[in-house]
């Protein structure tokens, strides 16, 4: 496994196609909700198994937080420990930008996940693309 900071046009097309399979075509999320404005000034990265593009995330700056978003692995590689990985990486980044905490909206199924990775939920579920979620913080 490698996590690379997206830096070319290729790697973004790769974080692209992975978001597309698993929000898009797995999770029925609509590809204009999917990928968006905010993806321009984001920061994103990608996970590689050899050359294969399996994960990816994006960071931004949202309201004084370093905001996770789009967060996925695609699900032949799920519960291999990759999501633990990619938000270290994602923290890392944010501290580098001197961010010092962070937040996400996580999916239900996933909030457990989170908290045993330091997040603290602080709202009440909510729907977002006909998914329920719950926001999460957590100090850097």
């Given amino acids: 496994m490698n996590i690379e900071l997206v830096t070319t046009k290729e790697q973004l097309q790769d974080a692209y196609d992975v978001r597309t399979a698993v929000f898009v075509h797995e999770q029925h999320v609509p590809i204009e909700e999917e990928i968006d404005e905010h993806d321009a000034t984001a920061t994103h990265i990608v996970v590689y198994d050899n050359d294969n593009a399996i994960g990816a995330a994006r960071l931004r700056l949202v309201d ?77």
């Fill in 64 to 140: 004084g937080y370093g905001k996770l978003e789009r967060i996925c692995i695609m699900k032949d590689y799920r519960s291999a420990g990759y999501g633990k990985h990619i938000v270290m990486k994602l923290e890392e980044l944010a501290r580098e930008q001197n961010m010092t905490k962070s937040k996400l909206n996580a999916q239900t199924q996933a909030e457990g996940f989170y908290k045993k990775l330091g997040y603290e939920t602080v709202s009440d579920v909510f729907m977002d693309a006909n998914i329920p979620h719950v926001t999460m913080t957590k100090q850097l």
